[in-house]
């Protein structure tokens, strides 16, 4: 076992890096370009909405009150009349990206340092860097992707978007990975 106090340096490396090559990732590349597409007239959708002055929340239309309601002729009909969406709305304004990025850091350390303690509880100082990599990397991935699978399952998020985020949650696993190899005390 390693005393987690001593991983203090491949958990900030780590955070460091992964924020570091996400923001590559995001900002250099095209490969999320296209994620979102804008939705045919837009303009109209928005000026539809507005009057609504819907609060910031997930919504799903139409959603039943219960199961009972669910299994009733109307509402069946409501589905097949569409449209059937998950709605998100956010709050009106510009959105800071200081306070997402800060997030999203954090969010970095924190699987950092959960890895660390899976790290730490399985492995001695001094571990063979090819274990820790390997540990921490599938720790790591874990904690960056997995849960991403089930906003494709449950709420028809596009399949190709989790297997981008996975793709990435691997690529920001194995940086951890190799922060945490390089830098496991010896």
């Not at 005393?3 to 900030?12: A, H, Q, R, S, T």
């Not at 609504?52 to 009909?77: C, H, N, V, W």
């Not at 399952?153 to 981008?164: G, H, Q, S």
């Amino acid at each position: 076992m390693t005393n987690f106090g001593e991983l203090w340096l491949p958990i900030l490396a780590s955070g460091v890096l992964v924020f570091i090559v996400s923001s590559l990732i995001h900002m250099v590349l095209p490969w999320h370009k296209n994620d979102y597409p804008k939705a045919p007239d837009e303009d109209k959708i928005l000026d539809a909405l507005r009057p609504l002055a819907i609060p910031p929340g997930a919504y799903f239309m139409p959603r039943p009150a219960d199961m009972k309601q669910m299994r009733s002729p109307e509402f069946t009909e409501k589905l097949k009349r569409g449209p059937v969406l998950m709605l998100q709305v956010r709050k009106n304004g510009q959105d800071s990206m200081v306070t997402r990025l800060g997030s999203w850091f954090l969010y970095s350390l924190f699987v950092s340092m959960f890895a660390a303690l899976v790290a730490a509880i399985s492995l001695r100082p001094g571990a063979d860097s090819h274990d820790v990599f390997h540990l921490v990397a599938l720790t790591a991935f874990a904690g960056y992707s997995i849960a991403l699978w089930q906003m494709s399952i449950w709420y028809d998020r596009p399949w190709m978007l989790a297997v981008k985020s996975t793709i990435d949650g691997a690529i920001y696993a194995l940086v951890t990975a190799g922060a945490f190899a390089w830098l496991w005390p010896r």
